[in-house]
């Protein structure tokens, strides 16, 4: 068992069952999720010999910084750790003028199979544990000296695949004795996996959702998500709507610009019919080419003029600004093929 992949609750009973008194769970609870202490021998309100239990009883679900990489051009940084069974996995830090961000991955390799998307060329390897989401973000955290603010969990793999961990992760990462991050700094990006969006309702888990649409019509968004045609495009606008009631958070969507394929005027017109009853955000991506995929981003012209129509049109857009692109840090630029 590991004693980083446990909520607060998990570690009483985990505890109380190697005979440690019930209070010594908040201590240890403090010193893995605020001080972020690996090293049992340096949890100084513990007594030696239930330091020797600790050790004895738990693992410490690490991860390990394989390589870094940092943009010339902006803040951002790139890591690759490498889990426990030696998976690669990619983060991305990110400095933004309303604080310092990262980027997480959710899976080992994705099942999704967007055929834009570097991280899914592979397919799945496995999900990845609560600690090991959390990890990556305390990882960054020490090794910049910096305090996170906002959480994406927008790196590869699809996070709605992965719900119960996902679940974990939000609950230890929100919890006022760890990081204590607001929910409303959280963000999920999410292909569109309609019966999770309702569960994350229920659930209350209160984060920011980002959905990848990236077309405004059933039959385009078929040819780029196949999961489109598992969870058809009014079905997963319907579960949108449902959870901005539920949680008071607006959607938003993000859009990939692929040149000649949807940024065109007709392409307003059916975003402009398919939103039109949704309170929610438009953010356009232009798309980050990669080899196995012969789409390209539009001209820079291009991306304003579908930008305006859409301004024009009434729909709250923002043009993304990408950040470490010349690290391959970019969304959809994170593949797997550092797997050793
Ligand atoms: N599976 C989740 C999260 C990972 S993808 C999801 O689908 O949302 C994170 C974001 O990067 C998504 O919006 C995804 O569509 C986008 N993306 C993927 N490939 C891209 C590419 N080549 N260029 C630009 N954005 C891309």
Redesign the pocket.
Known sequence: MYINDLTPQEIVSSIEQIGLPKYRADQVFRWIHKSLERDYSKMTNLSAKDIHYLKDSFQYDMISIYKKLESNVDDTKKYLFELGDRNIIESVFLRYDFGDSVCISSQAG?N?G?V??A?TLGGKERNLRASELLEQVYMIQKDLNTRIDSVVV??????LDNYNNLKKFISIITDENGLNISKRKITV???GIVDKIYTAAEDNLGFNL?I?L?AATQEKRNKLIPASKKYPLKDLIEACDHYTQKSGRRVTY?Y?LIDGFNDTEDDVKSLKELLKNSNCHVNL?P??P?SEFEGKAPSDLQIRSFYKSLVKNKINTTIRRELGRDINAA???LRNNYIK
Do not use: R, Y
């Open positions: 994705c999704m967007c834009f998307c991280s927008m790196g590869s793999g699809e996070p990006s999410t292909c980002a990848s990236h993000e990939i991506i798309l980050n990669i969304c959809g630029q």
